[in-house]
């Protein structure tokens, strides 16, 4: 008698078991769709503004949006409804011959994307992450939302590379570390300190000759940073993404405080 309650509690355990096995699978099935739904609705949006998906294009392009998760300088999630990279489909379609330039000086070779286009209001929230930084300082880490980031127009992409085993090229510093030894304007200085070393060097070298083949920009302070524009060029070119879920705008705020310094004798124009 006792061995068959044991086997109706163990049949009934097992039961409840499966049932909650269910229920999970069709929670996460749920969650699945719903996640597809947004996918679909954004690439939707998205598309009538230019920007898509890059891994449409070339899905052997890597993807770690650092802002997607907690994986970042502030901690924190930041993108609660984008999960891939987004980038006006002329700067797609660039990025997508600098994979293959990559691949043919390294087969195997993978570019790997950390951010590419970014909503003001995550860039405002960043900006105002840095205020301990004086603002003249500050836009060397995070342009100011006021002006907007390349980034805003779907036009800049930070990214680094991987090899064929899919471990990223030590760089010498990481994403968003806002240390001198990030500046690619100072890596002579760290090279000859010994804090960087050749190889170090070498692969950011690597990262700027593939950027380069497709005419992308480096900028002073980041290393893994890559304009396909100007400020000013990108603003006249595309809308800004205001929020992540669809908000675009024309804007001219940078175009009109480029014109004043333009036409001022006290500010020097870069």
């Keep these: 008698m006792l061995a068959l309650l044991v086997l109706v509690s163990c049949q009934m355990d097992n039961s409840e078991a499966e049932n909650k096995s269910v229920e999970m699978d069709i929670e996460e099935t749920e969650m699945n769709r719903d996640s597809l739904k947004l996918k679909y609705y954004l690439d939707s949006i998205y598309e009538i503004v230019g920007l898509v998906d890059i891994q449409k294009l070339d899905s052997s392009i890597l993807i770690d949006l650092r802002y997607a998760g907690s994986n970042n ?10 999960s891939t990279a987004y980038l006006q489909s002329d700067v797609a379609e ?8 990559l691949d043919s000086v ?9 951010d590419a286009v970014r909503p003001i209001e995550v860039q405002q929230q960043m900006w105002d992450a840095l205020d301990s930084i004086p603002k003249a300082q500050r836009g060397k880490f995070v342009s100011n939302p006021a002006l907007g980031s390349v980034h805003n127009f779907g036009s800049a992409v930070d990214l680094t590379i991987c090899d064929e085993h899919g471990h990223e090229l030590d760089m010498g510093a990481g994403y968003d570390d806002f240390r001198p030894i990030a500046f690619p304007s100072k890596e002579y200085q760290f090279l000859q300190s010994g804090e960087l070393s050749q190889k170090q060097l070498d692969n950011r070298k690597l990262l700027r000759q593939v950027m380069r083949s497709q005419k992308f920009v480096n900028i002073p302070s980041e290393w893994w940073h890559f304009n396909a524009y100007s400020r000013i060029t990108a603003e006249s070119k595309y809308p800004a993404m205001i929020t ?9 705020v940078a175009r009109r405080v480029w014109e004043n310094a333009a036409n001022s004798d006290s500010i020097a124009v870069p």
């Design 73 to 82: 300088f502030l901690g924190l999630v930041l993108y609660d409804s984008i």
């Design 94 to 101: 660039r990025l997508v011959k600098c994979q293959y330039y």
């Design 106 to 114: 390294h087969p195997g070779y993978h570019l790997k994307i950390f």
């Design 244 to 252: 992540e879920t669809g908000k675009f705008e024309k804007r001219s």
